[in-house]
């Protein structure tokens, strides 16, 4: 088994309610998302035209891609609506105190 590796993305005080955050953890683009209570990390990139989430709105626990108007559940990274097929990565997230920390490693 191996253990993820949770790196700092953020603090929680610079997420500010239902406004996606653009990092990049390890050459991977992150949008990170404070919403409903929660703090999600999906992959910033969108499945179908290769554009950054983290420009679109966030509303129900969804990201919308700006372009095209595709929706991506932020637990699950899956679309909900076309012209998205394919769902896009989402990343563990733990919080300890201020700080935001994601793991963006894989399994093979």
């Not at 790196?7 to 991977?28: F, M, W």
């Not at 990390?41 to 372009?67: F, P």
Request: hydrophobic share 35%; with cysteine; charged share 25%.
């Amino acid at each position: 088994m191996s253990e993820e590796a949770f790196v700092k993305a953020a603090s929680l005080s610079e997420l500010e309610e239902d406004t996606p955050l653009r990092v990049e953890l390890g050459g991977v683009p992150v949008s990170l998302v404070k919403t409903e209570g929660e703090v999600f990390a999906i992959n910033d990139i969108c499945s179908h035209a290769n554009v950054s989430l983290s420009e679109g709105e966030v509303e129900d626990c969804t990201i919308e891609c700006w372009l095209h108007g595709s929706r991506f559940d932020l637990r699950t990274g899956k679309p909900s609506g076309l012209p998205a097929t394919r769902p896009v990565p989402v990343y563990p997230v733990k919080i300890e105190g201020d700080d935001v920390l994601v793991s963006v490693t894989q399994e093979s």
